[in-house]
């Protein structure tokens, strides 16, 4: 069983709508939870954290966090055509442990 | 202000011939990561160095991986004879403990294994 679940796309979005992105995690004592954007040919680079269960807001995003259900996810409010990418979950079980990362979804924005 | 940088960039090699990656992290970033990336698919992780603490290597596939650290700094990763599914994107990020924990990634070396 993998340790960080994501659907894997694509999640096709129509520019200005809301985008919805979930992820799984396996290790219930799991303490901080990430979310990555990769572009194409690019490296990953950090959107948002989140340590605390509910939602945390940075502009147009807002990851939410049940820890009682293990499941992180990302919103992604008036979705624009940039922000068609492959967003990455991360875990991490302690401050010194490893980071582990799902295999990613890619969402397109549609015009 | 320098970012973490990795070299080479890309690598072609033959099979079967060792390869060395580096990576130098942000000055001052106490924890250092080495992951992998297969084309279309997530990351990987390979090791995780932290401070003076013995590196998680709990990732490596197999006996033909290593890597090092030294003095805290620079770090090496090293394949054995290599192997054509070892072709990939190998990536580099350091963070800091402290703070938000966040990781900046290197640009990635490419290797392709002939």
């Known amino acids: 069983q993998k340790e960080v679940e994501q659907n894997s796309g694509p999640l096709s979005v129509p520019e200005g709508a809301i985008a919805s992105l979930n992820c799984t995690y396996s290790d219930r004592g799991s303490q901080s939870f990430f979310w990555y954007r990769q572009y194409s040919g690019k490296s990953p680079e950090l959107i948002m954290f989140?340590?605390?269960?509910g939602d945390k807001e940075d502009g147009r995003f807002t990851a939410q966090l049940n820890k009682a259900s293990q499941y992180v996810s990302l919103l992604i409010r008036d979705s624009q055509p940039s922000d068609s990418a492959t967003y990455l979950c991360?875990?991490?079980?302690?401050?010194?442990?490893?980071?582990?990362f799902g295999s990613g979804t890619r969402l397109s924005i549609r015009p | 202000g320098a970012g973490v940088s990795q070299s080479p960039s890309n690598k072609v090699t033959e099979k079967g011939k060792d390869v060395e990656l580096r990576c130098d992290p942000i000055s001052g970033h106490t924890a250092l990561y080495w992951y992998r990336q297969s084309l279309g698919q997530g990351l990987e992780f390979l090791i995780y160095?932290?401070?003076?603490?013995?590196?998680?290597k709990s990732g490596l596939p197999s006996d033909r991986f290593s890597a090092e650290r030294t003095g805290g700094s620079v770090s090496t990763l090293t394949i054995q004879r290599t192997q054509q599914e070892d072709s990939a994107v190998y990536l580099c990020?350091?963070?800091?403990?402290?703070?938000?924990?966040?990781?900046?990634f290197g640009p990635g070396t490419r290797l392709l294994v002939l």
């Open positions: 990020a350091s963070s800091t403990i402290t703070g938000a924990e966040t990781q900046y």
């Open positions: 160095f932290q401070g003076n603490s013995a590196p998680d």
């Open positions: 991360a875990v991490r079980y302690s401050s010194a442990s490893k980071i582990i």
């Open positions: 989140i340590y605390s269960n």
